[in-house]
Nanobody, 120 residues
């Protein structure tokens, strides 16, 4: 059974940093390495939006404008883990953060989310 599990979300002060992780299981090594991955977030009362994407070869890096320059998406294929390094956090970054896998041979997968709260 393939699944994604996010972690790393917590309460942080404005200007602080966090690193989110998304651990994948149930993938073969090759399948995970070939799977593009994304981070989304959903703020209270708002739609879920794409904020960062990374291709299978760690190329095709794309960021939503409000996070570009502050957030960095990366992946460790050997550990089947996706990361989102977040810095210079703002209150408006408060949201539930999700990872999404885009397998080449099956439906997309979502994790359950991890809460990030930016507040003093």
């Amino acid at each position: 059974q393939v699944q994604l599990v996010e972690s790393g979300g917590e309460l942080v002060q404005p200007g602080g940093s966090l690193r989110l992780s998304c651990a994948a299981s149930g993938f073969t090594d090759m399948a995970y390495a070939m799977t593009p991955m994304s981070w989304y977030r959903q703020a209270p009362g708002k739609e879920r939006v794409l904020i960062a994407h990374i291709g299978s070869a760690e190329d095709a890096l794309n960021y939503e404008p409000s996070v570009k320059g502050r957030f960095t998406i990366s992946r460790n294929n050997a550990e089947k883990t996706l990361y989102l390094q977040m810095s210079s956090l703002k209150p408006e970054d408060t949201a539930l953060y999700f990872c999404r896998a885009h397998p080449l041979d099956g439906p997309d997968l979502w994790g359950q989310g991890t809460q990030v709260t930016v507040s003093s």
